[in-house]
């Protein structure tokens, strides 16, 4: 799990809605504590290599970040939340991906790194970048992926107006907000990857991003 003790920065500064009367700062946060962040996972329960390692070897990190209108049908939090959406009923909004690159030696992670570690050091590589400048109106839920597929690969939509799937084997975390209406929500908001059980594992990351 987790470190529960840990507190969390806010690591972006977020959503600046075109459609409000003023520009409204929503900043998001790793946490709460007592969940995993999404960014401390590893390959599964016999094979402890956290997934983050993979962006230290390959040099580079992509963060993906992806709006979804919340289904009528849904009404859930959490892990129920999660798995609804991992399973296809949740798609993203057509043209809202943005996407960030991170050099992995921006992130300054040795071999040997923890989950806090990973989330400090993303939260000062991101500290001052905007995920979106136009958030979508209404209630909405916010996921962040990142893996090392380059943006060049994400940010195109195919001919059926929609993005490239992402590849399991390069997936270093996933996270999500709680239903959310970034035009009335008061800072911050959370990410987290909302799952019971330990050790967070590669499975349940590609079930958040809907890897397949």
Do not use: H, W
Request: glycine share 8%; charged share 15%; with cysteine.
């Amino acid at each position: 799990m987790a470190d529960r003790g840990s507190i969390i920065a806010a690591i972006f500064v977020a959503c600046a809605l075109s459609t409000c009367a003023r520009t409204r700062t929503v900043a998001l946060s790793y946490g709460p504590p007592s969940n995993y962040s999404g960014l401390d996972c590893v390959e599964d329960a016999t094979n402890r290599t956290p997934l983050v390692s993979r962006a230290v070897t390959n040099g580079a990190v992509t963060f993906v970040v992806d709006f979804f209108d919340v289904p009528a049908n849904i009404n859930a939090t959490g892990e129920v939340l999660l798995r609804a959406c991992g399973g296809g009923r949740c798609t993203p909004i057509a043209r809202r991906r943005s996407t960030i690159e991170i050099r992995g030696a921006d992130l300054g992670l040795g071999p040997n790194v923890s989950g806090p570690d990973v989330v400090r050091a993303v939260s000062r590589a991101l500290a001052t970048t905007p995920v979106t400048r136009n958030a979508p109106d209404g209630t909405v839920i916010l996921r962040v992926v990142a893996t090392t597929q380059p943006a060049s690969e994400l940010d195109a939509l195919d001919g059926s107006g929609r993005y490239a799937s992402f590849v399991p084997s390069k997936l270093v975390g996933c996270s999500i907000t709680p239903p959310v209406d970034f035009d009335s929500t008061e800072s911050p908001v959370f990410l987290s990857l909302p799952i019971f059980g330990d050790p967070c594992e590669l499975a349940q990351v590609a079930l958040c991003a809907g890897a397949r």
